[in-house]
């Protein structure tokens, strides 16, 4: 069983947020950060028995914070918070992305500057620990002041409320809270504030995509290679000296690894002597490195907002060293909207531009000698015809979830918040994309690997035989028509299980 995750106050790790929010990995709350809390707590409790109101601590929120709350009401008033905030709608968010953005609240809630309660940090952990998964749903959230109906619905079952589903199974959060020996929370001043005033659910998602894009640009790089070496095309252009002349790292690692997977290829020597007619490739087999480059510098940059995220503080107001509790705009979620965004758009380009390799395997005038379709029997048989189909289907959505949702704004609170960040309508949209591009990806592979067989008696290079090798596993080779739905499905499977890749590594020749 993995180590649980230290939960210290200090920054995360991409790969810690991924082990809780897909491995199920625990957290552990060190003495350090209790101890930081607790400091934090006793500079609210001073300002909640002071005359002058403070903001969060003594008086109402949003656009009613003018209004001092008296000591007797403040319960009721962090209750009717998290009640009120707690109006999502639509289809359940992925139990995941629940486990993630529980996470990362609970690091900012440990961070010794959200003035919590001890207790109120330990029993968020312990809710985390137990499985509990409260209902969040889809629609609630405008990026600003953060996350507030997600993060309001694992408050709700903080204290008792609401639904959750523990192992699957939906059940009232007193229930489940009971039977994990997990009392409910009262929440005292500024506790709602705090547990709800974050961008963690959209955070917690971009974590998730950087994860699943690195894997599959990977998976996008070998998909491509057999496909350069099934329509005859060249290797010389992934030249390690011809891309240094362009030194942008992503495109060098790209063409890298494209050069590896077509190394020892007895289809690519097949071509490659004086009598070879063929002048240049198409730009889909040719600037693969180029575009696939790029997306992988779009990671690049993404991984560096996370990671500053990661380490951020977010809430508002803020308890600061002196004691100072300050109102501030760190929760408006543009820096993590931008990111979100900016890799829809590479991510609908890399798939784009696969479509546009398998479409060249399955047209006879360009796919040097194949078959039309990929068809066992032309006419009788349709080959992949239809499966490009589903490709470009997929690439066009692909194409309209490329349009940033960060450049709309609808303003909400009687305009007291007039600009807002739409950053989980930007991770929500490109989850969609990630697994629109799985399926890309996968169409592509089972064409490619189809073109290769029909190069017989000429046989691929080696990685590219093992990709080959593990989907003939699970799709056979050509022959006629087949009910094509399910190999979709198990070429799919192979992309996304990481199995594809595993069994290429170390196959290059």
């Given amino acids: 069983m993995q180590e649980r995750v230290r939960i210290d106050g200090g920054p995360l790790t991409r790969d810690q947020v991924v082990a809780v929010a897909r491995g199920g990995v625990g957290v552990v709350l060190t003495e350090s950060a209790l101890a930081g809390v607790a400091r934090a707590r006793a500079h609210i409790e001073r300002l909640a028995d002071a005359v002058e109101p403070t903001y969060g601590v003594s008086t109402g929120f949003g656009a009613l914070a003018v209004r001092h709350i008296p000591v007797e009401r403040r319960a009721a008033l962090q209750r009717s918070l998290i009640r009120s905030h707690a ?8 139990p995941e992305v629940v486990r993630a953005l529980m996470l990362l609240r609970l690091r900012t ?42 993060l309001s619905a694992v ?46 659910g959209m955070l917690g998602m971009l974590a998730l995509a950087i994860t699943d894009l690195r894997a599959l640009f990977d998976v996008a790089d070998l998909t491509a290679a057999m496909s350069v070496e099934a329509l005859l095309g060249t290797d010389r252009v992934f030249a390690a000296d011809l891309h240094a002349l362009r030194p942008h790292p992503g495109q060098g690692h790209s063409a890298a690894r494209m050069a590896a997977y077509l190394e020892g ?18 730009y ?49 979620g543009a820096p993590v909207a931008y990111a979100l965004d900016f890799l829809a758009i590479p991510l609908a380009d890399v798939a784009s531009m696969a479509e546009r390799r398998t479409d060249r395997m399955l047209d006879v005038a360009r796919s040097h ?88 008696p000429l046989t691929p290079a080696p990685a590219t035989a093992a990709a080959v090798a593990l989907l003939r596993e699970r799709v056979p080779g050509p022959g006629p028509d087949r009910h094509l739905a399910p190999e979709i499905a198990a070429a799919e499977e192979l992309v996304r299980s990481g199995a594809l890749l595993a069994a290429v590594d170390g196959r290059t020749a």
């Fill in 87 to 94: 109006a999502g709608a639509g289809p359940e968010v992925e």
């Fill in 109 to 150: 809630l440990a961070s010794g500057h959200t003035g919590v309660r001890q207790s109120t940090v330990e029993s968020y952990a312990g809710l985390l620990n137990a499985g509990i998964l409260p209902v969040v749903h889809e629609y609630g959230s405008l990026g600003c002041s953060g996350d507030l109906a997600p």
């Fill in 155 to 200: 408050a709700l079952a903080l204290m008792g409320e609401g639904q959750v589903r523990v192992g699957g199974e939906l059940r009232p959060a007193a229930d489940a809270l009971a039977q994990a020996g997990l009392e409910p929370v009262a929440l005292a001043e500024k506790e709602g504030l705090a547990l709800i005033n974050g961008t963690d």
């Fill in 265 to 282: 290829s007895p289809i690519v020597a097949s071509h490659r002597g004086p009598d070879c007619t063929r002048v240049q490739d198409a």
């Fill in 284 to 332: 889909s087999l040719r600037c693969s490195p180029q575009v696939h480059g790029a997306a992988r510098d779009t990671v690049a940059y993404a991984e560096i907002v996370a990671d500053r995220e990661f380490a951020s503080v977010v809430d508002n107001p803020v308890v600061l060293a002196d004691g100072r509790v300050e109102s501030n705009g760190n929760f408006h």
């Fill in 369 to 456: 000698g194949l078959p039309p379709f990929l068809a066992h029997d032309p006419g009788v048989d349709s080959g992949h015809m239809i499966a490009q189909y589903t490709q470009a289907a997929v690439v066009a959505e692909l194409k309209r979830l490329a349009a940033p949702a960060s450049v709309d704004s609808i303003p909400s609170s009687a305009m007291q918040e007039d600009h807002v960040s739409l950053g989980w309508s930007s991770a929500r949209k490109l989850r969609r994309a990630v697994d629109g591009l799985g399926t890309v990806l996968a169409i592509e592979l089972l064409t490619a690997a189809r073109a290769l067989d029909l190069r017989a």
